[in-house]
């Protein structure tokens, strides 16, 4: 099977190719592709070799899959093309996720809606999937109505840049800067551009996505936060149902629910923490609780490797999903 990885040298990519080796994704060929300052750079996978080749020579090749992680201009170009060639795409960039005609996907949760048809897959936002794998299980049981979420989200979901940021900050080292504040000892409330109506556009992504992926009109509202930690994401999630949920329940729902980890003793300072998640596939949960002044309200707390769950693993497992129901076998090529 022929893979190509659109933007293998960055945070993403790199892990992207990490996943397909711990995986075990039958790959028989490999198609590292990057910028054009990165042609020709080699890339280890699985004891081979591969020089990086530009995206036109990827296209030129066929792929069966390619794994997208180069923003949303360069998948708006060349995702069609891949597709064109009979190439499955799985785009991990924003660009197609809210396009009607777009399978957005979280496998745990709706790989039903994926069909052959389907060349242009959408991976969603990093901080919607680690969302939507624990209150999907819980809406299927108390349905949910409303969510109101705050995110503190690690430097890494911005990329390598900004990691040089941080720790230039704690260094002292004057270097590039990618926010327009320090991180470093701050928080800073703005994730991607500010909109119209007073969110970001990262928010806007959370109410969208989570609506798309569960397809209810469930009403979300988030405000999300940079922290100075460099890789995972933590969610602090108020979740409003219509039936009101029994706690000891909840915590064997989630327990049961594929992907997911709780991890809530309290009483003996457990809970889910970045720290601990980064490099791990699992979303974690934990710091679960009844609202004070709505029995049929929980609060939780939510934990997950941004780079990971929130984005390679989840990509290649829509990739095995892919390759299970044999529809790389049916692809058929000019």
């Known amino acids: 099977m022929k893979i190509a990885v659109v933007g293998c040298t960055g945070l993403v990519g790199s892990v992207m190719l990490k996943v397909l080796s711990e995986r075990?994704?039958?790959?028989?060929?490999?198609?590292?592709?990057?910028?054009?300052k990165s042609i020709g750079k080699l890339i280890s996978f699985k004891g081979t070799i591969y020089p990086v080749i530009s995206i036109e020579q990827a296209i030129s090749e066929k792929p069966d899959i390619a794994l997208f992680s180069a923003g949303s201009t360069?998948?708006?170009?060349?995702?069609?093309?891949?597709?064109s060639v009979g190439t499955r795409?799985?785009?991990?960039?924003?660009?197609?996720?809210?396009?009607?005609?777009?399978?957005?996907?979280?496998?745990?949760?709706?790989?039903?809606?994926?069909?052959e048809k389907d060349f242009i897959i959408a991976n969603p936002n990093c901080s919607t999937i680690q969302m939507v794998m624990v209150l999907n299980p819980l809406h299927r049981k108390y349905i949910l109505k409303k969510v109101i979420v705050s995110t503190y989200q690690s430097v890494s979901g911005t990329g390598a840049k900004a990691i040089n940021q941080l720790e230039n900050e704690r260094k002292n080292i004057q270097g590039e800067k990618v926010y327009p504040h320090p991180i470093d000892l701050n928080c800073l409330p703005h994730i991607d551009v500010f909109l119209e109506n007073g969110f970001t556009k990262e928010e806007m992504k959370m109410v969208n996505e989570t609506q798309k992926i569960m397809r209810t009109k469930i009403e979300v509202t988030a405000t999300t936060v940079r922290v100075p930690v460099r890789a995972g994401h933590s969610e602090s999630v108020y979740a409003e149902f219509?039936?009101?949920?029994?706690?000891?329940?909840?915590?064997?729902?989630?327990?049961?629910?594929?992907?997911?980890?709780?991890?809530?003793?309290?009483?003996?300072?457990?809970?889910?923490?970045?720290?601990?998640?980064?490099?791990?596939?699992?979303?974690?949960?934990?710091?679960?609780?009844?609202?004070?002044?709505?029995?049929?309200?929980?609060?939780?707390?939510?934990?997950?490797?941004?780079?990971?769950?929130?984005?390679?693993t989840n990509a290649v497992q829509i990739a095995e999903y892919i390759v299970q129901k044999g529809w790389i076998n049916c692809t058929q090529r000019s």
């Open 242 to 312: 219509e039936h009101q949920p029994d706690l000891n329940e909840v915590k064997a729902i989630l327990a049961q629910s594929q992907g997911v980890v709780v991890q809530d003793n309290p009483q003996q300072n457990v809970y889910p923490m970045p720290l601990y998640a980064e490099g791990k596939d699992e979303v974690f949960v934990g710091r679960i609780r009844r609202d004070l002044h709505n029995p049929n309200a929980l609060n939780m707390w939510i934990v997950a490797d941004n780079l990971r769950k929130g984005a390679a």
């Open 24 to 36: 075990n994704f039958p790959v028989t060929q490999l198609l590292p592709v990057a910028s054009e």
């Open 74 to 83: 360069v998948s708006k170009i060349y995702a069609p093309q891949f597709a």
């Open 89 to 115: 795409v799985i785009d991990n960039s924003s660009c197609w996720r809210m396009e009607a005609h777009i399978p957005l996907i979280v496998p745990e949760i709706n790989a039903e809606v994926l069909k």
